[in-house]
């Protein structure tokens, strides 16, 4: 199975995998970049830095990954080439050049402390700025006897996108759909167990940016069973708040979005099989709303370098119904490069997309 933890678990020995493809993409989180709110991430994060640095601990051991991809398409309803997978507007995905950076701090009786730093510097195509800087985690994690907790930039945890990284990856979960978000600001506590994990996050609601006027993000997930010993996995998540109206760091417009959702999630590993399955029932912007997606693929060569997957996606609501059906293609050509390819068709906007990606990713030794 192409399974690779992310570079923050491997010091924590979390199961979270990064699906990488062998090798592991935001948010539905963009504020419309102004000067001023940037200022404020970037200070969130030098605060963060500066605390950790005050910390009266000793740095054992750290992590530092360079990251480059390339991406570009064809979709036929823009009737041009694209330089993204979803949506101009989207942080996911995009030619950049990214690092992902973790290190891990400890005292005399262990391990305290976890900081994480990953960005990119992404190429907008279509966007009002030709480049673009994304923050997907800059948080501080505290390791303590009950639980860990983690202030900054991560995941909130609600779904499936809680537990997996799909920072590289072309198809993305429902997070990605407007039912939450793959990073946003605020705290939050996880522990792992024997049988499960568990984790409560109370977020800013508003992903990529720092933004807060009014939102909010209260959620919390429950997981049954470790991946890598039973194969199969469930989770059981609660999500209410409200939460901007935004795609990536582009605000689509000043209202909050009422957000009371369950959701419940499975994956389930069979040999060279591998199913994913998140269901999500309640309100959205005051609407009954029903959504699923189901990832489902095949690993073929040795160690399963190449696999091929198939995602459907509905979204139904008492006023609409929305479907998207998506196939694509993963080959890990070398440990540090992944070639990925994507097909997609969208019956509402009448739109089949197919994109190419190149993705490298290399850790590196100072």
Do not use: C
């Not at 041009?80 to 009786?109: C, H, N, W």
């Not at 499975?266 to 199913?275: A, S």
């Not at 190449?306 to 890990?332: H, N």
């Amino acid at each position: 199975m192409f399974i690779r933890r992310d570079s923050t678990s491997e010091f924590l020995s979390l199961d979270r995998e990064r699906n990488s493809g062998l090798k592991t993409g935001p948010s539905s989180g963009r504020a419309s970049g102004s000067r001023s709110r940037r200022v404020i991430g970037i200070g969130f994060v030098g605060a963060l830095l500066g605390f950790g640095g005050a910390l009266p601990l000793r740095a054992l051991n750290y992590l530092f990954f360079l990251e480059l991809q390339g991406v570009a398409g064809y979709s036929t309803s823009a009737r041009k080439v694209i330089a993204y997978s979803m949506d101009p507007f989207e942080t996911m995905q995009k030619p950049g050049l990214g690092f992902d950076y973790v290190q891990r701090f400890s005292g005399r009786t262990g391990d305290i402390a976890v900081l994480s730093l990953q960005g990119r510097l992404v190429w907008n195509a279509d966007g009002e700025k030709t480049f673009e800087p994304q923050l997907y985690n800059a948080f501080l994690k505290f390791k303590t006897r009950p639980f860990d907790i983690w202030v900054g930039h991560d995941r909130p945890k609600f779904g499936l996108s809680s537990i997996l990284d799909n920072h590289a990856l072309f198809l993305q979960f429902l997070n990605m759909k407007g039912f939450g978000f793959d990073r946003d600001w605020g705290v939050g506590i996880e522990k792992d167990m024997s049988k499960g994990q568990f984790g409560l996050s109370l977020t800013t609601g508003s992903g990529m940016a720092l933004k807060m006027k009014g939102n909010y993000f209260l959620s919390g997930r429950l997981g049954f069973g470790v991946l890598n010993e039973d194969n199969i996995t469930a989770g059981l998540s609660l999500g209410y708040g409200k939460l901007r109206d935004v795609a990536g760091y582009e605000a689509l417009s000043d209202n909050l979005i009422d957000f009371a959702m369950a959701a419940l999630d499975v994956t389930w590993l069979k040999d060279n099989f591998e199913n994913r399955i998140e269901l999500m029932g309640g309100k959205r912007a005051g609407l009954a709303t029903l959504a699923a997606v189901w990832r489902f693929g095949v690993g073929f060569l040795e160690e399963n370098r190449l696999k091929l997957e198939f995602q459907p996606t509905a979204i139904l609501t008492t006023e609409s119904k929305r479907f998207e059906f998506a196939g694509g293609l993963t080959f890990l050509a070398h440990s540090d490069w992944t070639l990925r390819t994507m097909v997609s068709y969208d019956p509402e906007l009448k739109d089949t997309r197919i994109v190419f990606q190149v993705y490298f990713y290399k850790g590196i030794r100072f």
